[in-house]
């Protein structure tokens, strides 16, 4: 992995191979770690899901106390502060299988990652030492209190104020937090307020039996019922001067930089979510029968199946990739000096603009695979009796937390184009190289050797699409570029897909390498229809986008470019969906 790229720096560099990560490398201890989830969950969490979304009584509080009797919910926790400690790829893994337990997930995101990692990344020996053990083993659980009724995609325009007590032992806290997910169980809250009159938050970590602290009643949601959400109210809160967490002005800084981890490691919950909405899909559509044949004999349903399938490995080669990206990361700026903490926080956010792609491409397959696999259910998809019914309910709220898919849209081309203007990213050398390339008289270049040559080749073609389209709206569009967001989502989509292409390229061609073509030929039939699709969502992503700036010749030229830039060699869908969708079939279950 020594060759692994700095984070976005996909859209203007090749990737070896042999140097992603991919799932099916899983180690036996990683395999093992992946079981005993599964087995939790199905096992302690899906015989009582029903009882869950009704909010039975300390039933959630229970799950994650055992939970925590078995090591998962300190998986990032260091063994000295009473975790495993595992690397950060591991960490993934296990969110992905705990996702499959429905609002359990939600309740075990909440507490490990937004609970728990402000305090584990930013916190003082002291004040880790006090808390850290007890929310690793489950006899504590954890909330994080950033939004309010008038701050949500604006965090930093939180309301929340914190004033320093005369005899300067206590903040005293005042406001108002909204959404609080394990709200009303919670014993510890990480809560972002300002200082004074400060135009920047800070972080405290506030106990939740203090004086002063009332909730409302639970939010009654569309889905994730059995997900606690509650109203969190301060009303003149004494916060101990040494539970500051950081420096005053730190938090919104942390409040973000824990936003990425959250994204990734939603990406990586998704995932989970999809693989088991799509085998209930799959194995109804086995055992349903109508005109006489089982359903999953038809190419209507075969078509889903298949697509399910193509857009869960796409997400999961992407996930890992960068997971590993990010272990990788870690482990070099370990060796350079710095403590796992700071090392970790600096890792993942060098990856930050594909922790965000992940959590939007990661979301919206999830959508697709439960709507889809619902579909299949027919009536009996619509019949609260079915759990595809939850899954389809539980789905939607990962568009919204953690971040908007439309603020990680927003976030992605933001971040990109920062690294380029600070210098960091060369975005515009190979922009001005395809701006003269459009200019010269095209070549017909040979397509490269190999099963995906043809696909590596349309891959250049994309980054091609994406230089051409973000360097012209950067020169022509120049201050008021950040206000032209319709630009900016298309670009950001045109990225997305570059990403899923190039990292389920990256795998199947690994693949290809350890085990033969004969035996990757269904997951060749996936990354060649996605590449296939992926060539015409950028052509018509860049169309909007270039018709939305340029206009005359310049927009001729460079309409003429974005068509070779997305050229793609014949390839029959139907056959390659088919094969796919026969392999899950057979298998009665997702199966890669
Ligand atoms: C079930 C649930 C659990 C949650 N758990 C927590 C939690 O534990 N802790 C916590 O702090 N928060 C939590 N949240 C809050 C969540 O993070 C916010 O709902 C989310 O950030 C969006 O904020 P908002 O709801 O105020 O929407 P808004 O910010 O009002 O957004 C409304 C719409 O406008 C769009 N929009 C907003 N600004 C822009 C812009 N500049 N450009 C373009 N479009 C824009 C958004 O994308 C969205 O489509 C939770 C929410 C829910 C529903």
């Known amino acids: 992995m020594k060759n692994a790229i700095k984070g976005g720096e996909f859209l203007i560099k090749s990737t070896d191979p042999n140097d992603v990560f991919i799932p099916e490398n899983w180690s036996e201890e990683e395999r093992m770690i992946a079981q005993m989830c599964d087995d939790f969950i199905h096992t302690e969490v899906i015989p009582v899901v029903e009882r869950m979304d009704k909010m039975e009584d300390g039933l959630m509080p229970s799950l994650l106390e055992k939970a925590g009797e078995l090591g998962m919910l300190g998986m990032s926790v260091p063994e000295e502060l009473g975790g495993m400690g595992v690397d950060f790829k591991t960490s993934l893994l296990a969110t992905e299988r705990l996702a499959m337990g429905f609002s359990f997930s939600v309740a075990y995101g909440a507490h490990t990652g937004i609970g ?3 305090l584990l990344y930013y916190g003082n020996e002291a004040q880790k030492q006090k808390y850290i053990p007890k929310l690793a083993s489950g006899e504590w659980k954890a909330a994080y209190c950033l939004t309010e009724p008038g701050s949500g995609s604006d965090a930093n325009g939180a309301k929340t104020r914190a004033k320093l007590s005369e005899d300067g032992k206590y903040y005293v806290l005042n406001g108002q937090k909204m959404w609080i997910t394990n709200g009303g169980f919670a014993n510890f809250f990480t809560v972002f307020a300002k200082i004074d009159d400060d135009d920047t938050l800070s972080a405290f970590l506030v106990e939740a039996d203090s004086e002063g602290i009332s909730l409302n009643p639970e939010e009654k949601k569309m889905g994730i019922k059995g997900s606690s959400t509650r109203q969190v109210f301060f009303n003149n809160v004494k916060v101990p001067v040494e539970n500051l967490l950081s420096e005053r002005k730190n938090g919104f800084k942390i409040a973000l930089n824990i936003l990425n981890i959250g994204r990734i490691k939603l990406a990586a919950g998704v995932m989970g979510a999809s693989k088991q909405a799509m085998t209930t899909g799959i194995q109804y559509a086995n055992e349903r029968e109508q005109f006489g044949r089982a359903i999953s004999k038809y190419g209507a349903i075969r078509y889903k199946i298949a697509e399910q399938a193509i857009r869960t490995y796409m997400v999961e080669a992407a996930t890992y990739r960068a997971g590993q990206n990010i272990d990788d990361a870690i482990h070099a700026l370990m060796d350079a000096g710095l403590s ?10 060098q990856f930050a603009p594909e922790c965000a792609i992940l959590k939007v491409a990661g979301s919206e397959a999830l959508d697709y695979v439960v709507d889809e696999a619902l579909q299949i259910h027919g009536g009996m998809g619509y019949s609260a009796e079915s759990s595809i019914e939850r899954s389809y309910r539980d789905s939607r709220i990962n568009r919204i937390f953690e971040g908007t898919n439309e603020i990680n849209r927003l976030l992605t081309v ?15 050398g190979p922009a001005m190289k395809v701006a003269s390339e459009l200019m010269s008289i095209p070549e017909t270049p040979e397509v490269p050797e190999g099963t995906l040559g043809a696909e590596f080749q349309a891959l250049e073609g994309f980054k091609k699409a994406v230089l051409m389209v973000a360097g012209s709206a950067v020169q022509k569009l120049m201050q008021t570029m950040a206000k032209e967001q319709e630009v900016l989502m298309n670009i950001s989509d045109m990225a997305i897909q570059i990403y899923l292409a190039e990292s389920g390229l990256l795998r ?25 699709d992926a060539a015409d969502k950028i052509n018509k992503y860049g169309k909007d986008a270039l018709h939305s700036f340029a206009e005359g010749d310049e927009l001729r030229m460079m309409m003429m470019g974005m068509k070779r830039f997305t050229k793609t060699e014949h390839f029959n869908p139907k056959e390659a969906r088919q094969l796919i969708a026969q392999t899950l079939i057979d298998a009665n279950q997702y199966c890669f």
Do not use: H
């Open 340 to 349: 796992k903490a700071e090392a970790t926080l600096k890792g993942i956010e």
């Open 116 to 118: 728990t990692l402000p």
């Open 508 to 532: 199947v061609q690994q693949l290809i390498n350890q085990k033969g073509e004969e035996a990757a030929k269904v997951q060749i039939a996936m990354v060649k229809t996605f590449v296939y």
């Open 414 to 428: 933001d971040m990109i184009l920062k690294r380029a203007m600070k210098g960091e990213l060369d975005l515009m």
